[in-house]
């Protein structure tokens, strides 16, 4: 491909072109720019800073010396020396302002330099030749005598003076004039330059508009036409595109897409067809499981209950053999009542247990705002037997949730019970309730001291009858953290094993803050009542 068939350039290959060619353009200008606007600068400190502070220092150096020539004559009438002051003033304000003139000059201006020299030697010439010997007579020979002295004194000394003065003025005037028209030419070469950068941005962007228009608005207006004619559903509409080489590309790309969906159309109709059959077909599976698990809850609800009855009776007879026959009977029949009644006991709490596990949820009285404080209290005192005189139950700053009391009660009563039951030997149980806000839920934590939890069994707790210690280790059926479990999902929170504890058990579980109270307000019952309850 040549490098000047532009035919063939990429819309970003002409992009970068233009963009270049402008910016050399306007970088040239900016260059040209940047020196104009120096001289221009300088023009104008020559005009501001130099020559006009020199026009009013060589006015005021013309009236220093006419000051002098003044104080002069008045000393000649009287003789006193404070008619002298406007001399001896002129004389200090000469000298400032011949310095001040000078400090203004360049190097460059040398006429000026020049004219300021002969200011100078002609204010010598009048002070040694006129002003100093007056003063002198004067004070010598009294006030007649200076006055015929300056009678006989020609004035061609300060008139030369004051001429000297006048053309350095002419000088400093005609270098302001030249700076000032050097200023100006400035200016319009700086303004030429800006109507020039203008002109070089019009012209850029209308050649980019039209590039954009020629090679993308109506090429991209082509195709998303013919891409529609595809979309209501002629897929045999080939699809191509003039514009620029990108643009051809992605027509190509798209018509290979049409390509592909044209042929893969019939066996989308025909798995559209299958997922129909299959979402029918699954439609009647979750009603029939739905249907299935109201009939599971049903029969857990009725086997439980019709199951009371027999089982009262069994273990009635059998608590009679024991309380009637014990002794009477071989040590093998003892034992095997009492395996009897044993069995027929924990069938009972097997059956209670169930039957409270699927009421959770099932029976229910609906919500209401529960102070966690006042639940803690009811289930310390619920566990105060099982407590005793060494355990110690405490909790502080428990929020206000929306839940159900009985039930919130009996999570905190299977907690703080199982604390409790799995205590380590020779320790008093510590047993802390802990709550923190974590966006709109609330973290509650149950800690203890006790034998705590395997890391391997952390998903098993929660299991329904699981158990992880033998019967006659621990009493309990393996259902309290099921139970758990389910109270804490029916009040839309989940419950976890905190696995980092070093010792004992912690145990986690969310509520959902109660609706409308605010991240930055305190749980009504943390205003109320921070305190800790040991038992």
């Known amino acids: 491909m040549s490098l000047f068939d532009m035919r063939t350039w990429t819309l970003r290959r002409r992009i970068i072109a233009l963009c270049i060619t402008v910016g050399v353009l306007l970088g040239a200008l900016g260059v040209f720019a940047a020196i104009t606007a120096a001289g221009h600068n300088r023009q ?17 150096l013309n009236t220093a010396y006419v000051d002098q020539e003044t104080g002069i004559r008045g000393f000649a009438i009287t003789g006193d020396e404070a008619n002298l002051r406007p001399y001896t003033q002129g004389i200090a304000d000469e000298n400032r302002l011949v310095g001040r003139i000078d400090a203004l000059l360049n190097p460059e201006d040398t006429q000026i330099r020049e004219a300021l020299q002969l200011v100078q030697q002609r204010a010598d010439d009048w002070h040694r030749e006129v002003s100093d010997p007056v003063i002198a007579l004067i004070r010598a020979e009294g006030t007649q005598a200076g006055q015929n002295r300056l009678k006989g004194t020609s004035t061609e000394r300060f008139d030369a003076l004051r001429a000297a003065i006048g053309a350095m003025q002419d000088d400093i005037q005609v270098m302001r004039t030249k700076s000032a028209d050097a200023a100006k030419k400035s200016s319009q070469t700086m303004v030429a330059i800006q109507i020039a950068a203008a002109a070089i941005i019009i012209l850029a962007g209308s050649a980019l508009l039209l590039l954009l228009d020629r090679m993308v608005s109506r090429p991209v207006t082509e195709l998303a036409g013919q891409v529609r004619e595809v979309a209501d559903g002629d897929y045999d509409r080939p699809i191509s595109s ?51 698990n109201r009939d599971l809850e049903q029969f857990a609800y009725v086997a439980s209950h019709d199951l009371q009855e027999p089982l009262r009776k069994v273990a009635s007879f059998c608590q009679l053999l024991q309380r009637r026959y014990a002794g009477q009977l071989d040590e093998r029949a003892d034992q095997y009542i009492a395996f009897a009644v044993d069995g027929a006991q924990r069938m ?167 609706p409308g109270f605010s991240a930055d307000e305190e749980s009504p019952v943390s205003q109320e009542t921070r305190k800790e309850v040991t038992a």
């Open 348 to 514: 009972q709490r097997l059956i209670n247990d169930l039957l409270a596990f699927s009421r959770i949820g099932r029976l229910t009285a609906g919500f209401t705002d529960v102070p966690l404080d006042r639940v803690l209290t009811e289930v310390k005192s619920q566990l105060e037997v099982r407590a005793g005189d060494d355990a110690e139950i405490s909790w502080s700053e428990l929020p206000v949730v929306e839940g159900e009391e009985p039930l919130l009660t009996t999570l905190f009563v299977n907690l703080i019970g199982n604390s409790l039951k799995f205590r380590r030997p020779e320790v008093p149980p510590v047993i802390r309730i802990s709550a923190e806000r974590d966006g709109d839920e609330w973290r509650i934590n149950v800690r203890d001291n006790g034998i705590g939890i395997e890391r391997e069994f952390a998903d098993k707790v929660f299991v329904i009858f699981q158990r992880l210690h033998a019967r006659d280790a621990y009493e309990g059926t393996g259902i309290g953290l099921a139970i758990v479990k389910k109270i804490v999902e029916y009040h839309g929170g989940r419950i976890w094993l905190d696995l980092d504890a070093e010792t004992g058990t912690s145990i986690w579980f969310t509520l959902p803050v109660v």
């Open 44 to 60: 104008l400190d020559d005009v501001l800073n130099r020559a006009s502070p020199m026009r009013a220092a060589g006015e005021s």
């Open 242 to 292: 003039a514009g620029s080489p990108e643009l051809a590309d992605l027509a190509v790309d798209v018509d290979g897409m049409r390509r592909k969906i044209a042929a893969e159309l019939a066996e989308v109709r025909e798995a559209r067809a299958q997922i129909e059959w299959v979402n029918d077909q699954l439609k009647v599976q979750a009603e029939e499981l739905t249907r299935s």
